[in-house]
T-cell receptor
Framework: DAKTTQPTSMDCAEGRAANLPCNHS???????VYWYRQIHSQGPQYIIHGLKNNETNEMASLIITEDRKSSTLILPHATLRDTAVYYCIVTITGTASKLTFGTGTRLQVTL | DGGITQSPKYLFRKEGQNVTLSCEQN?????MYWYRQDPGQGLRLIYYSQIVNDFQKGDIAEGYSVSREKKESFPLTVTSAQKNPTAFYLC????????????FGPGTRLTVL
């Protein structure tokens, strides 16, 4: 699986958009970008994934650059409940695969 | 409600004792996983199973054992051979084909005294 690089921490004001970047310059053609988040002392929660097109669901949007070497997870209106560690993972899909979780980005949403 | 349950939430054991952590899912998922998380770190894969009666070692399998006798259940035994067993243990499941959306349980925090 391709290695990912994320900032260690970020702050965001409540109600503003949170933009979390991820670099994955060694991504290969059949690898997807997955995002999970982990609220303190809970299990991680799947957010969204994509291959090359931008994706949106009820939780977030995923913007992948045209060369696929980086992506951004966007939480359009961050709330205090979005405070968590966000993990960007690059992996092939298909049969059950291992996910490699790095240390992620700790997002702190403040009033 | 469908989901994954892990019990207990907190577990204390004396050094040298084996301990088994429970993981049950009613999502009808074929694949199940065990991860370990240490403070301030990401998750590391211990074992995973894609189908009943079959499982594979992950990145840190030494000192752990698993069984998969039923689709719904994937218990993890932390043996006395595991040198640093105190950690947060997370179980997950997913469909076997088509994606990597893993559903996680609430975790078990194991402390070995």
């Amino acid at each position: 699986d391709a290695k990912t690089t994320q900032p260690t921490s970020m702050d965001c004001a409540e109600g503003r958009a949170a933009n979390l970047p991820c670099n994955h310059s060694t991504i290969s053609g059949n690898e997807y970008v997955y995002w999970y988040r982990q609220i303190h002392s809970q299990g991680p929660q799947y957010i969204i994934h994509g291959l090359k097109n931008n994706e949106t669901n009820e939780m977030a949007s995923l913007i992948i650059t045209e060369d696929r070497k980086s992506s951004t997870l966007i939480l359009p209106h961050a709330t205090l409940r979005d405070t968590a560690v966000y993990y960007c993972i690059v992996t092939i899909t298909g049969t059950a695969s291992k996910l490699t979780f790095g240390t992620g980005t700790r997002l702190q949403v403040t009033l | 409600d469908g989901g994954i349950t892990q019990s207990p939430k907190y577990l204390f054991r004396k050094e040298g004792q084996n301990v088994t952590l429970s993981c049950e899912q009613n999502l009808n998922h074929d694949a199940m996983y065990w991860y370990r998380q240490d403070p301030g770190q990401g998750l590391r894969l211990i074992y995973y199973s894609q189908i009943v009666n079959d499982f594979q070692k992950g990145d840190i399998a030494e000192g752990y054992s698993v069984s998969r006798e039923k689709k719904e259940s994937f218990p993890l035994t932390v043996t006395s051979a595991q040198k640093n067993p105190t950690a947060f243990y997370l179980c997950a499941s997913s469909i076997a084909q088509g994606g990597n959306e893993q559903f996680f349980g609430p975790g078990t925090r194991l402390t070995v005294l």
